[in-house]
């Protein structure tokens, strides 16, 4: 595993500096795999993704739930209502997760997926000259960002932060936040090219 982390981070560095926070996480994970001081890294990982995103072993402690539903709901559960209103989405735009996911749909990953199928949606939809439906798809990028991501994902990044973690996951939040940040902005960027 680490060699395998250490193509992905190492492989082309300066990719990771689109955003600030992207090359901040970038360089505490290549750091901290490089550091082998005596620990089995992936052992760390799995016992770190335990802690923090399932709160294995976590006491009074902050754990880092990836469910839009634990920020967004009164009672931190999952499967309220961010979870019904993108199941709704997800179905009306034809995404369908993988038979093998065992995800809930509010999930990080998979709003993040959801984001892709809109991208090749509308990289489909430019292709094919279809410029208004193209610009639909780009608005409705932009408000699923600012309805089902801004509105939780730094809450769930400053929790993987305050974990009792190795710099790994910690990494990974910067990441997350530099891509969402960089993704809206490419999108408004697009969308001053499309007609009102």
Partial sequence: MKQ??????MKDRDAWNFHERAAKGADMIADWLA???GEDKEETAAADFARAFLGAGVVNQVAA????SVYTSPTRLVMQDAYEAVRQLYHKYGFVKSEDCDLHEDHIALEIQFLAHLSGRAA???EEGKEAEAC???RLQKTFIE???ENWVSRFCDDIRACPVSPFYKGWSYILEGFVFTLKGAIEDMLQECPS
């Fill in 4 to 9: 395998a982390y250490m193509d992905v981070v």
């Fill in 35 to 37: 550091d082998g001081a």
């Fill in 65 to 68: 739930y990836p469910f839009e």
């Fill in 124 to 126: 489909k939809l430019f």
């Fill in 136 to 138: 639909d798809v780009l």
């Fill in 147 to 149: 309805t089902h991501i």
